[in-house]
C-alpha cells in the first residue's frame, strides 16, 4: 500500500514539473517573435548603413557641382550668351536635386527607425490593394514600410521601398504605372512565400507579378 502512494506522489511530482502542451507551444511563439525582432532590427541597420553611405557622396557631388557653377557663371559674366545661361541653370538645377536627395535620405532614416505595421498586411492581395489604391491617391508614404523588414528584398524592390527619395518625376512615372491596376487570378500561396498577379496598366496589357513573404504573420513585398 505504501509502495503505492509512493509511486502516486512521484507521478503527481514528476506531472507537476512537466511542461503542459499550451506551455511548450507558448514558449515556441515567444521564441520566435524573439528572433522575428532581432531580424527586424538587422534589417533596420542594413537599409539605415546603404542610406548613409549615399549620404556620404553628396557632398562631394555638391562640391563639383558648385565648382562647375562657378566656372559658368565666370564664363557667363565675360562673355554672356544663351547657351552659358542653358548651362547655368541646368547646374542650379543639378544642385536642387543634390540637396533635395540629401534631404529626403535623412528623412528616410527618421521614418526607418520605427516599423509600422497595418491590418491589411494579414493577406497579400490585401498589400497589393492597397499599394494601387494608394497610387490612385497619390500618397506612397508607407510603401517603406511593405518592404521585407529583414531586408532581404530583391534590388529592383529599391524604387517601390525607397519611392520617397526619387525625384518627384519619377515617383509620378511608378505611380502612372499603376493606376489602372487590376488582379488578375487569385494568389499562389507557398509556404510563407506568395505571388500575386495584377495588371499595371490595361491600356499596354503590362502584366506584374509581385512575391510577398509572411513575416510573423504580416505580409511583405520581397520582389517584382
Not at 34 to 48: L, P, T
Request: charged share 25%; hydrophobic share 35%.
Amino acid at each position: 500500500m505504501k509502495n503505492t502512494y509512493l509511486i502516486i506522489l512521484m507521478l503527481t511530482v514528476f506531472i507537476s514539473c512537466g511542461k503542459s502542451a499550451k506551455e511548450i507551444e507558448k514558449e515556441k511563439q515567444e521564441a520566435a517573435t524573439k528572433i522575428h525582432y532581432q531580424k527586424v532590427n538587422e534589417g533596420k541597420v542594413k537599409k539605415i548603413a546603404a542610406l548613409n553611405a549615399a549620404l556620404t557622396t553628396i557632398p562631394t557631388a555638391l562640391i563639383e557641382v558648385n565648382k562647375k557653377i562657378a566656372t559658368i557663371k565666370k564664363e557667363n559674366t565675360s562673355k554672356p550668351s544663351k547657351a552659358g545661361n542653358q548651362k547655368l541653370n541646368e547646374g542650379y538645377n543639378k544642385k536642387g536635386e543634390l540637396l533635395s536627395y540629401q534631404k529626403s535620405l535623412k528623412n528616410e532614416i527618421t521614418s526607418l527607425e520605427n516599423l509600422e505595421t497595418f491590418d491589411f498586411q494579414k493577406k497579400p492581395e490585401d498589400v497589393i490593394a492597397y499599394i494601387l489604391e494608394s497610387c490612385k491617391k497619390n500618397d506612397l508614404s508607407n510603401f517603406r514600410y511593405l518592404c521585407d523588414p529583414y531586408s532581404e528584398n530583391t534590388a529592383n524592390t529599391n524604387p517601390f521601398c525607397l519611392i520617397e527619395t526619387l525625384s518627384v518625376k519619377k515617383q509620378q512615372q511608378f505611380r502612372i504605372n499603376f493606376l489602372q491596376g487590376n488582379f488578375i487570378g487569385e494568389p499562389v500561396v507557398e509556404g510563407n512565400k506568395a505571388t500575386v498577379t495584377f495588371s499595371s496598366n490595361l491600356s499596354s496589357n503590362t502584366i506584374e507579378k509581385v512575391t510577398l513573404i509572411n513575416r510573423n504573420g504580416l505580409w511583405y513585398v520581397l520582389s517584382f
